[in-house]
């Protein structure tokens, strides 16, 4: 997104060329988000205001793309499932941090999750030939990994005689031509090469299984830890939702299914079955609705105490996670405070800025660069003992020391929580996580008082 807004037209500027990554991805989504989002970034370079604030502009436009597309659901469940089941569905979702959280990143996980809110709804409304469509998209350009949603839903869709198989033949076909000639099409001029990026991670992931060097979790983490953490309140209750009305199990069981075909990959992570998420939230809030429903009976009554109490615990999980992520890009604040503190006013050459791998993952991002005389270096698989033989002027990197170089500060990051007697009764322990250096070589022409390591 930050190329396309700012290189547009000069491919060999873009990032990707220089470090394209473990696998290709696609560039259509990027150019959806930065269409809409370039008329607020021009202005914002107009007034001179630093490129961070194009980052959040354009995260702001993909959360409210994202948030449209749930809109749609939302509207669904409401048609379907009425007025109440809706408000706790808004609900849920709103206690839901990570859900939430994951509706501003610019990932390819979160562009097929608009495609697949867009499915659902259909789904719910009884259109479902274009759900299936919005799916066999989401599968073929943004993760191919959705074919796991699209088969149980296209396999229950006809065991219950809801389509034809050979009309459904027929639309899904051509959809899927017409998404690969897109995907094709814009990648390959985007790459240089011809290229179906969709396919590659396909044949990465699922033939090669080299996923699994990023690190493997047992079989049930999803069920043990990645959906607790993200439903919270609605896990419990998601579970309650498919027995006390007979409606949901048909939307259920699908994604029920897609998540546990994806626990057989041994790599996992949460992003990897966010998609999930609405339809649990809409299977909890059809259980809240129930209970609120019944909350005068006797059993029902302390049954609505405790889901009240599990609001509240949801909350505060909600409200500790956000604390806890605020502080997970140190490296991000690192270079800002760099900026701030070091900017070098007429001054004739560039300082020269190298960034290793840590840094890279942890708050930097092309939007959190200067102009001149700051430049910038993501060169990888440099030894410790060359860095003093190179030319940078700073270093942003996870090291406390380097030969050659003077640490300038750090920057603090999460660690974890410890739980002490008093108020409040869960702390946010923070710990050193990166450091700035200067090369001692060259002398500081503002003689700035740097906080030191």
């Not at 031509?177 to 990648?187: E, K, Y």
């Not at 505060?316 to 140190?330: D, E, I």
């Not at 890279?360 to 991002?365: D, E, K, L, V, W």
């Amino acid at each position: 997104m930050h190329d396309i807004l700012y290189h547009r037209h000069h491919l060999d500027s873009y990032d990707h060329l220089e470090f394209p990554g473990v696998v290709p991805r696609t560039f259509i989504g990027a150019f959806i988000v930065s269409v809409f989002a370039s008329p607020v970034v021009s202005i914002i370079s107009w007034l001179g205001f630093p490129k961070v604030y194009s980052l959040v502009a354009a995260r702001l436009v993909l959360g409210c793309i994202i948030l449209s597309t749930l809109r749609f659901f939302r509207i669904q469940i409401r048609n379907k499932f009425g007025h109440q089941v809706e408000t706790f569905f808004v609900l849920f979702t709103s206690l839901q941090f990570h859900f939430l959280f994951y509706c501003t990143r610019p990932l390819p996980n979160i562009l097929a999750l608009g495609l697949v809110n867009l499915a659902y709804g259909n789904w719910l409304k009884g259109n479902f030939y274009p759900a299936l469509s919005f799916l066999i998209f989401a599968t073929v350009i943004f993760r191919c990994d959705t074919m796991l949603l699209l088969g149980p839903i296209g396999l229950e869709l006809l065991l219950t005689k809801s389509i034809s198989f050979w009309k459904a033949l027929k639309y899904c076909v051509g959809t899927a031509l017409l998404a690969v000639g897109l995907t094709i099409f814009v990648d390959s001029i985007m790459w240089k090469k011809c290229v179906w990026p969709e396919f590659e991670v396909f044949w990465f992931n699922s033939i090669l299984n080299r996923s699994s060097d990023w690190g493997t979790h047992s079989i049930h983490w999803y069920f043990t830890s990645a959906l607790p953490r993200s439903l919270l309140v609605a896990y419990p209750l998601s579970l309650l939702g498919t027995l006390v009305d007979r409606r949901v199990p048909f939307f259920i069981l699908p994604v029920l299914s897609f998540v546990i075909l994806y626990s057989k990959l041994p790599h996992k992570e949460l992003r990897f079955i966010i998609s999930s998420v609405p339809m649990f939230n809409l299977s909890a809030a059809v259980a809240a609705s129930r209970i609120y429903n019944n909350r005068k009976k006797k059993i029902w009554k302390l049954v609505n105490m405790v889901m009240l109490a599990f609001f509240a615990i949801s909350a505060g999980c909600t409200l500790v996670t956000f604390m806890a992520s605020y502080y997970n890009y140190p490296s991000g604040y690192a270079l800002n405070r760099l900026h701030q503190i070091g900017h070098p006013a007429n001054v004739a050459g560039g300082e020269w800025v190298h960034i290793d791998t840590f840094g890279a993952m942890n708050g930097i991002s092309r939007f959190c660069e200067d102009a001149f005389p700051w430049r910038y270096s993501k060169e990888e698989e440099i030894v410790v003992e060359e860095l003093r033989n190179r030319n940078f002027t700073y270093l942003v990197n996870e090291r406390p020391s380097v030969d050659g170089y003077k640490c300038l500060f750090y920057e603090e990051g999460f660690e974890r929580l410890e739980l002490r007697r008093g108020f409040p009764p869960i702390v946010l322990v923070k710990k050193a996580k990166v450091y700035v250096h200067r090369d001692m070589k060259k002398e500081d022409p503002f003689h700035k008082k740097w906080p030191g390591c």
